[in-house]
């Protein structure tokens, strides 16, 4: 089994920046790729960004040029968000890839007010 916990999220005015962290636990080898996904109210949960274990990275073309995801050697994925948007609120997702499937955390909540 694998535990991931997010942090970093909140309130921030248009504009500003966050950085979310996510940590996993238990059985993390073969690590296929982690990233981060969000859900809006009433919309589907959507990719946000990827990185594989080989450390190719893949966006959405709403983020594109803002976020960066990044990935220290092990269980360990941060993705650092700039120039927010009203747009980018939502409840943000760890994802971790195995083969065996997909794990994922509880979210955490980012609010950007305009």
């Known amino acids: 089994q694998v535990q991931l916990v997010e942090s970093g999220g909140g309130l921030v005015q248009s504009g500003g920046s966050l950085r979310l962290s996510c940590v996993a636990s238990?059985?993390?080898?073969?690590?296929?790729?982690m990233g981060w996904y969000r859900q809006a109210p009433g919309k589907q949960r959507e990719l946000v960004a990827t990185?594989?274990?080989?450390?190719?990275t893949g966006y959405a073309d709403s983020v594109k040029g803002r976020f960066t995801i990044s990935r220290i050697s092990g269980p360990y994925s941060y993705l650092q968000m700039n120039s927010l948007k009203p747009e980018d609120t939502a409840v943000y997702y760890c994802?971790?890839?195995?083969?065996?499937?997909?794990?994922w955390g509880q979210g955490t909540q980012v609010t950007v007010s305009s």
């Open positions: 990185i594989t274990s080989a450390g190719s």
């Open positions: 238990g059985n993390t080898f073969s690590i296929f790729s």
């Open positions: 994802n971790l890839r195995r083969a065996n499937g997909d794990y």
